[in-house]
């Protein structure tokens, strides 16, 4: 039986940079660093939906249409992220 490739994708946490809040976690595949969220691969919502941190208030990200899909545009530097491999 040929051995299938596997597929290059992952679950990371996304984080609040100012208080270190569970935000999301994603399946991100590909490589290189997270711009975006698209919905649909948002795996666990910590927030209430309106692109801001529960705990502090922080707006993160905005939302905007990528290919016809609901994204996430992530406001860089208001977040990081944990579980992304380093190879
Ligand atoms: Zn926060």
Avoid: N, W
């Avoid at 994708?9 to 984080?15: A, F, Y």
């Avoid at 948002?42 to 208030?57: A, F, K, N, P, S």
Wanted: proline share 1%.
């Amino acid at each position: 039986m040929a051995k299938k490739e596997k597929v290059d994708r992952r679950t990371i946490s996304i984080h609040c940079a100012k208080c270190r809040t569970l935000l999301y976690k994603y399946h991100k595949g590909g490589r290189g660093g997270l711009v975006k969220c698209i919905v649909e691969r948002i795996v666990d919502d910590r927030t209430h939906g309106d692109l801001r941190c529960h705990e502090c208030g922080q707006e993160f990200a905005r939302a905007q249409m990528m290919s016809g899909k609901p994204a996430h545009k992530i406001i860089q530097g208001k977040i990081y992220t944990k579980g992304m491999s380093r190879r």
